[in-house]
Nanobody
Framework: QVQLVESGGGLVQAGGSLRLSCAAS????????MGWYRQAPGKQREFVAG???????NYADSVKGRFTISRDNAKNTVYLQMNSLKPEDTAVYYC?????????WGQGTQVTVSS
């Protein structure tokens, strides 16, 4: 099992930056995929960014060029650096870890971008 704890959310003005962290309860070296998703009020949860154990990275089109995902295996942590934030980025952001048949989610962290 893996417990995931997100942090770093908050209230920021449009154009500002935040860095989200996702700390795992054990080594992430063997975790095939770790990613960030978000869910805005009244909308479905959507993919934001993901990184594989081999270092492959993918982003949603809506965040390309503004968000950067990275992983620090020594700290068992995945980060999401969010720059040039827009009001439409407002959502609860969730961390996900997928390995083999198992799928784990964090509790989420709120990001609110004011205009």
């Amino acid at each position: 099992q893996v417990q995931l704890v997100e942090s770093g959310g908050g209230l920021v003005q449009a154009g500002g930056s935040l860095r989200l962290s996702c700390a795992a309860s054990r080594s992430i070296l063997s975790i095939n995929f770790m990613g960030w998703y978000r869910q805005a009020p009244g909308k479905q949860r959507e993919f934001v960014a993901g990184i594989s154990s081999g270092g492959s990275i993918n982003y949603a089109d809506s965040v390309k060029g503004r968000f950067t995902i990275s992983r620090d295996n020594a700290k068992n942590t995945v980060y999401l650096q969010m720059n040039s934030l827009k009001p439409e980025d407002t959502a609860v952001y969730y961390c996900r870890a997928a390995t083999g048949p198992y799928d784990y989610w964090g509790q989420g962290t709120q990001v609110t971008v004011s205009s």
